[in-house]
């Protein structure tokens, strides 16, 4: 299995919802990203989970709030959103094991906010 | 701070025609460097990584070179088909941590 799987593929959500991103991996990799990437845009690295635990996070606001359960699994949670959050949210993961960093990517969340 | 550029930003060539997609970066200290396909509102897909101390990469039709001295890499796909329509991206991981540097990609659309 060499997938990164997101749910749901697509959201609409009012700026006062509270909803939820998935990502599961079942590749046994240990490092786990959310990106968010704007319409003709590269990707840009909101939070890196390293064996479960928050390495990095790229002074992104409190309403994006990550939460990774277990090796496998990776959520954001939304909350108060901004319509200019609108875009498409991607996880990916990689094995952090010298010469295997590649990084294997989901298919998405298309978020549209209201 | 490593600066990754993508040019052109977009191309278009007849099927059957070799591919030449170019990335330059700033900061020649990279750990590895690698090539995306994304297609339109998906996921981006890995087609190559490159470690510094590589200088070229090959898959089936693709075949990425890394010149680190100059802060260049260049995609070649061959003998194109329609399918290799799709944005190519090039990414730098600068040294042995998470984050990596994009560039704005490489747009292609190859005509059948």
């Known amino acids: 299995d060499t997938e990164v799987t997101q749910t749901p593929k697509h959201l609409v959500m009012g700026m006062t919802n509270k909803k939820s991103l998935k990502c599961e991996q079942h590749?046994?990799?240990?490092?786990m990203y959310w990106y968010k990437q704007k319409a003709k845009k590269p990707p840009e690295l909101m939070f890196v989970?390293?064996?479960?635990?928050?390495?990095i996070n790229e002074s992104v606001p409190s309403r994006f709030s990550p939460e990774c359960p277990n090796s496998s699994l990776l959520n954001l949670h939304l909350h108060a959103l901004q319509p200019e959050d609108s875009a498409l949210y991607l996880c990916?993961?990689?094995?952090?094991?010298?010469?295997?960093?590649?990084?294997?990517f989901g298919s998405g969340t298309q978020l549209s906010v209201l | 701070k490593q600066e990754v550029t993508q040019i052109p930003a977009a191309l278009s060539v007849p099927e059957g025609e070799n591919l030449v997609l170019n990335c330059s970066f700033t900061d020649s200290a990279i750990y590895n460097l690698q090539w995306f396909r994304q297609d339109p509102g998906k996921g981006l897909t890995s087609l190559l990584l490159?470690?510094?101390?590589?200088r070229e990469q090959t898959s089936g039709r693709l075949n990425a070179s890394l010149d680190k001295s100059s802060g260049r890499s260049t995609l070649y796909i061959a003998a194109s088909q329609p399918g290799d329509s799709a944005t190519y991206l090039c990414?730098?991981?600068?040294?042995?941590?998470?984050?990596?540097?994009f560039g704005a990609g490489t747009t292609v659309t190859v005509r059948a």
């Open positions: 990414a730098v991981r600068s040294s042995n941590d998470y984050k990596l540097s």
């Open positions: 490159i470690q510094s101390s590589q």
């Open positions: 989970y390293s064996y479960e635990k928050l390495s």
């Open positions: 590749m046994g990799h240990r490092a």
């Open positions: 990916a993961s990689s094995q952090e094991r010298a010469g295997s960093e590649k990084l294997f």
